[in-house]
């Protein structure tokens, strides 16, 4: 590969954010094989089902789970560098896109504005419980309204800005390393007692990999919304995750609608801290999260273009 490829790294991240954009992942190619990311779980899933055994104490699964960690950091970072030794820049491309999810939460979240603008509620519950963790049935238009928002701008960093975050510091093995620990994170970094020790590392870990990307995620939010600003440096420190309050809170204060508050999980309520100011989210506010995330994809993309001619002018690594 040419050595001059580190200095072009910006264009080829922002080449895979454009293509993903465009075609996400096609349904033909879902149909044929699935994501990589379904590969990564079935790994996770398998060591989660040989090495957390109930006889283990805690000791013993927090450091097992440690292991889990680094068998799936090796084999995505191994996957990564050879992806990109053998195959060059477009291959880095077009297997970068794998890693981003634009599009794809973009058509998530639309698919429950529709619905809920058009007053189905039955259908944007649905819809909802696709993205969300908590018991939909419950749901009422303002709290369908606030849960897609939420996700909206949590996953604006764990599937946006985090990957392209990681991809431009260090490649396609740092991307395919992100994706994978997040993958772990959703699949075993719970608080529920079978995971709580051996998904600690995991969880962890993920934590520190958002850390940058929350806080830059929020901003472009902030930015893209033209205002949330204050809400997001007042309120982001209330959320229960260290890295998920920065881009809720900054959506939060972009609508002026208060979002998080009371919602059940597993039959249970929550009491979770109030984000924002103002009146519940609306379907319109819904709308309105959608257009934001799109102006904050595109402040996204002017920045890759930024750091391409500030890294080393617009020389694409033929």
């Not at 699935?34 to 090495?51: D, F, K, N, R, T």
């Not at 109930?54 to 191994?78: E, M, Y």
């Amino acid at each position: 590969m040419p050595a001059r490829l580190s200095s072009s790294g910006p264009w080829i991240v922002l080449a895979a954010a454009v293509v993903e954009a465009a075609v996400g992942y096609p349904d033909a190619l879902h149909r044929r094989a699935p994501h990589p990311v379904v590969w990564i779980g079935g790994l996770i899933s398998s060591l989660e089902a040989g090495l957390n055994l109930p006889d283990f104490n805690g000791t013993t699964r927090r450091l097992l789970g440690v292991v889990t960690l680094g068998v799936i950091v090796g084999v995505s970072g191994l996957a990564g560098w050879l992806i990109a030794k053998v195959g060059g820049p477009w291959a880095v491309v077009l297997v970068g896109t794998l890693g981003l999810a634009q599009r794809s939460l973009f058509d998530h979240v639309r698919a429950v504005a529709r619905p809920l603008a058009a007053g189905d509620l039955d259908s944007a519950r649905i819809t909802v419980g696709h993205i969300v963790g908590r018991d939909v049935g419950r749901l009422n238009e303002s709290d369908i309204a606030t849960a897609a928002i939420e996700s909206l701008a949590e996953s604006f960093c764990d599937g946006v800005v985090a990957p392209l975050f990681w991809f431009v510091v260090a490649g396609l093995p740092g991307l395919f390393v992100y994706k994978a620990v997040n993958t772990a994170d959703s699949l075993i970094g719970h608080r529920e007692p079978r995971w709580r020790a051996f998904g600690w590392a995991s969880a962890r870990f993920d934590d520190l990999l958002n850390l940058l990307p929350a806080r830059l995620a929020g901003m472009v939010i902030a930015l893209a919304g033209g205002r949330g600003w204050k809400i997001m440096l007042r309120d982001a420190g209330k959320h229960a995750s260290p890295n998920a309050g920065w881009p809720e809170a900054a959506m939060a204060g972009a609508l002026g609608v208060q979002l998080g508050g009371p919602a059940w999980y597993d039959g249970a309520l929550s009491q979770r801290p109030v984000l924002g100011e103002g009146g519940a989210a609306k379907p319109a506010d819904l709308v309105r999260a959608l257009r934001i995330y799109l102006i904050a994809c595109g402040l996204l993309w002017v920045m890759l273009a930024v750091a391409g001619f500030v890294w080393g002018g617009f020389a694409w690594p033929l």
